[in-house]
């Protein structure tokens, strides 16, 4: 058996990949945070269809950061790659501050494309289902047994 074709060090900025292995998704930044001096950046959200292939733009937001008010944007928190091309989940974190009462969580069907709300929802909480189909945990606060219900989404009807 040979390793020919498989990578040994996961690429710089990989963050998901689809189930079926079509796509994969990667996050970067440009800001760099500084006590000194305030700072602007992008975090962009680029996915390739290899680990080691060319990358395209699907999403990109500015972010800051001063020592006087903290971090401040749109900060991807996690990304989940659907299987079957039918689109990316991103779960927004604004300010990073932080996702103990769930995150808002969007759906992106192609590169470019207009973030669509899906709700509030935990990070992770996604099943992918059938072809272009997938199942969230939606509900905000930390009571799960009191305000948590599972939501089944079609991507290409997602409103």
């Not at 395209?56 to 972010?63: I, M, P």
Request: charged letters at 20%.
């Amino acid at each position: 058996m040979t390793n020919r074709g498989l990578w040994r060090v996961a690429p710089s900025g990989l963050a998901a990949w689809s189930p079926d292995g079509d796509r994969f998704a990667f996050l970067t930044t440009t800001l760099k945070v500084s006590l000194a001096t305030p700072s602007r950046g992008v975090v962009r959200l680029e996915v390739s269809s290899s680990p080691t292939g060319a990358h395209r733009l699907w999403y990109e937001t500015a972010v800051s950061f001063s020592k006087r008010s903290g971090l401040h944007g749109d900060f991807v928190a996690q990304v989940d790659v659907l299987p079957d091309r039918a689109g990316a989940l991103i779960w927004i974190d604004p300010d990073r501050a932080g996702a103990a009462d769930g995150l808002d969580l969007y759906l992106l069907r192609a590169p470019g494309d207009v973030p669509t709300q899906l709700g509030t929802a935990p990070a992770g909480s996604v099943n992918d289902g059938r072809p272009g189909t997938f199942a969230i945990v939606s509900g905000g606060n930390r009571y799960a047994w009191l305000t948590k219900t599972v939501e089944t989404c079609v991507a290409a009807t997602a409103v």
